[in-house]
């Protein structure tokens, strides 16, 4: 069995474009290939638990097992010829992901048609290969059309070069979605939807720079599968999940900027905050949306206006959802993608004095100072105004964020003591903010008189609780103060 680091760049792309995309690629021969992938795991998916995925390949008459681990652009791949259709369990690292007596089944499929070829670009060895087909488990299917950039030989930094040569001739979105992880979706009944954030799990030993990229990795994955929902179906979970995936990245640049300083980051922290700035009207207008689905029995007035009311709401919603669309199958996101994935992955930062240290210390201190500014930006929280609730949220939203990535470390127990104050002073300083962002928001549409009656009625009626909302993220912030931080150990 051989083992190896496979160095890995993924598109999605559309069927049409594929060979735009060959056209564009440097020189070489080309191959096709039909190939037949079965991923096996065992009953209780101890594999995908793992975060591994085992296949048996077949092309030209020739088996291949491949076990694949890891996450980012370089992953453990061990492989070797077998002859039967079924994996040999005792090969490579297998046995110790696999409980006792445990046995391996087929989980689902994979067929697609391939073109590859072998480039040279900037003095590395490059696979391109242009994949069309689709995984099937059970009953159901999914189609792939996508581009891999597989490096051979030479640096990195030719792959994330190499995609932006080719994504001039076509449109290619970054995708951090696998072959193993559609299939494992595919057959857990886990249709296209919202991608949430996943748990950062940390095994203890990290750098400081692995930390990093281990949260800036799952956020950028959040912000690729969520614009990848937007362009089929704009939904508003879509859109609000882009954020968070797009805040989450920018909290952890501001959470480990003693550790990333350097050269790129200030240009990936401003294109995060131009895509997290596209998407806030139409999340504005979701939300008051929302408090108007349930706005009836609370309004004086004629149902007429809030009728009419809803109605304009929705057009503008409508609108401004064309724009977010507009704006993540643009080419600037598509080349936000590309950079941010390239600093993230082999940024010069990684080679930092700080970078290379220990996580679990840098943690403490980093947290300590997220607690510790809550603390502080709330201690006037009973005459705050909107300004200085609104920076209490964004230093409450960081420290909730900045628990998440390094929870793991700790007992579940003493995180979820410590986070559940934070999530409640979250809840009442969001309620907070959407109060405060309601007013401009109709203030800037051309509202007709009954529209315009119901929406200041419903805003002075919701004003009216503002005083109860600040009382109870009091209390949050009180019982914040008085609780074990989890990182005292």
């Not at 259709?85 to 046995?103: H, R, V």
């Not at 979605?177 to 939807?193: C, E, H, I, S, Y």
């Not at 895509?275 to 929302?290: G, M």
Request: charged share 25%; proline share 5%; aromatic share 4%.
């Amino acid at each position: 069995m051989t083992s190896t680091r496979e160095v890995e760049l993924k598109f999605a792309c559309g069927p049409d474009d594929l060979a735009a995309v060959l056209a564009a690629a440097p020189p070489g021969d080309d191959a096709d290939a039909e190939l037949i992938s079965v991923y096996f795991d065992t009953a209780d998916l101890a594999l995908q638990k793992a975060g591994a995925s085992l296949r048996v390949r077949e092309s030209k008459g020739r088996r291949v097992q491949t076990l694949k681990r890891g996450e980012g652009l370089a992953r453990e791949e061990h492989e070797a010829s077998i002859e039967g259709l079924a994996p040999d369990p005792d090969l490579g690292p297998l046995p110790g992901l696999m409980p006792a007596g445990a046995s391996l089944r087929p989980a689902f499929n994979v067929r697609v048609s391939r073109r590859q070829r072998l480039v040279r670009h900037d003095g590395a060895e490059i696979e391109l290969a242009l994949d069309r087909g689709e995984v099937v488990g059970g009953d159901a299917s999914t189609p792939i059309c996508e581009v891999e950039l597989e490096l051979k030989s030479g640096a990195p930094d030719a792959l994330f070069s190499l995609a932006r040569t080719l994504g001039e001739a076509a449109p290619l979105y970054l995708s951090f979605d696998t072959k193993a992880a559609r299939g494992q979706a595919l057959v857990a009944g886990a249709g296209p939807g919202p991608r949430k954030s996943p748990a950062i799990v940390l095994e203890g030993g990290e750098t400081v720079g692995e930390a990093f990229q281990a949260v800036a990795r799952k956020a950028l994955a959040q912000v690729a599968a969520n614009a990848a929902l937007l362009r089929e179906d704009a939904t508003p979970e879509a859109v609000h999940q882009l954020r968070v995936g797009a805040r989450r990245f920018r909290s952890a640049l501001t959470t480990f900027k003693a550790a990333t300083e350097g050269e790129g980051r200030a240009q990936v922290k401003a294109d995060l905050e131009w895509l997290s700035h596209a998407c806030d009207e139409v999340r504005n207008l979701d939300v008051y949306a929302e408090g108007l689905a349930n706005a009836d029995g609370e309004l004086q007035g004629p149902a007429a206006g809030l009728a009419s009311l809803r109605g304009l709401i929705d057009a503008e919603r409508g609108r401004a959802r064309a724009e977010v669309v507009r704006t993540v199958a643009s080419a600037r996101f598509r080349g936000l993608m590309i950079d941010a994935a390239e600093w993230m992955e082999i940024g010069a930062w990684g080679l930092g004095h700080l970078a290379r240290g220990p996580a679990d210390r840098f943690a403490r201190e980093a947290l300590k100072a997220r607690r510790r500014k809550v603390l502080k930006l709330g201690r006037d929280i009973a005459t705050a105004d909107d300004e200085a609730l609104h920076s209490l949220r964004i230093a409450a939203k960081k420290l909730r964020y900045a628990g998440d990535a390094f929870a793991s470390l700790y007992g579940a127990k003493r995180v979820e003591a410590f986070t559940a104050p934070v999530k409640d002073l979250q809840t009442e300083l969001g309620e907070l903010n959407d109060l405060a962002t309601a007013a401009p928001l109709i203030a800037g549409l051309a509202l007709p008189p009954e529209a315009a009656f119901a929406a200041g009625e419903l805003l002075g009626l919701r004003a009216a609780g503002r005083a109860k909302r600040i009382q109870r993220a009091a209390r949050a912030l009180a019982r914040l103060a008085e609780v074990e931080p989890f990182w005292n150990t």
